[in-house]
T-cell receptor, first 109, second 116 residues
Framework: GQNIDQPTEMTATEGAIVQINCTYQ??????LFWYQQHAGEAPTFLSY??LDGLEEKGRFSSFLSRSKGYSYLLLKELQMKDSASYLC??????????WGAGTKLIIKP | ETGVTQTPRHLVMGMTNKKSLKCEQH?????MYWYKQSAKKPLELMFV???????ENNSVPSRFSPECPNSSHLFLHLHTLQPEDSALYLC???????????????FGAGSRLTVL
């Protein structure tokens, strides 16, 4: 079967750095997405990786290793507003999106 | 308004009620989706419409009935639901349904459904 694994919950301190991991086993690969979802709000697109390596976008970076079936989302200079759930999704060979259950990130002062 | 708008935001219904969820997108997208989001579970794709035509029905029970009158509007009609159907129902849209390239989904804030 197809599966996306990510930690259920993480806690970090304001101003610090946190890395949220995502591992996947899917039938084929056509890109990996990260979305952010604040409580009671819509998920919003953060990043897209289709080639190996690091994509940087301001305080957020996303890394992909296709050979390892692994990605991470790196958040730097954490702010209280970064408290949210982070969803990892992989597009398989049929262009279907396979979703992880999300990682709830709690930022403490 | 911009983006994807869903109404109502909250809905409580009995198992014998009939209700509808509404979604409207102002982005000029061609594809629209219904997803179910339950606590601590991955998003579950329910239905996909592309240019008003249903292109996917992900083995959803018939008590959920979608309707897409045009590319901007999507409805989910609900009838004789079960308590396990309680969840957040998210609508999304995208440029096309193949999701090739970085063709991302734009989501609405969801309709929180409670079935008593």
């Amino acid at each position: 079967g197809q599966n996306i694994d990510q930690p259920t919950e993480m806690t970090a301190t304001e101003g610090a750095i946190v890395q949220i991991n995502c591992t996947y086993q899917t039938s084929g690969f056509n890109g990996l997405f990260w979305y952010q979802q604040h409580a009671g709000e819509a998920p919003t697109f953060l990043s897209y990786n289709v080639l190996d390596g690091l994509e940087e976008k301001g305080r957020f970076s996303s890394f992909l290793s296709r050979s390892k079936g692994y990605s991470y989302l790196l958040l730097k200079e954490l702010q209280m507003k970064d408290s949210a759930s982070y969803l990892c999704a992989v597009r398989d060979s049929n262009y279907q999106l396979i979703w992880g259950a999300g990682t709830k990130l709690i930022i403490k002062p | 308004e911009t983006g994807v708008t869903q109404t109502p935001r909250h809905l409580v219904m009995g198992m014998t009620n009939k209700k509808s969820l509404k979604c409207e997108q102002h982005l000029g997208h061609n594809a629209m989706y219904w997803y179910k989001q339950s606590a601590k579970k991955p998003l579950e794709l329910m239905f996909v419409y592309n240019f008003k035509e249903q292109t996917e029905n992900n083995s959803v029970p018939s008590r959920f009935s979608p309707e897409c009158p045009n590319s901007s509007h999507l409805f989910l009609h609900l009838h004789t639901l079960q308590p396990e159907d309680s969840a957040l129902y998210l609508c999304a849209s995208s440029q096309g349904d193949s999701l090739s390239g970085a063709n991302v989904l734009t989501f609405g804030a969801g309709s929180r459904l409670t079935v008593l």
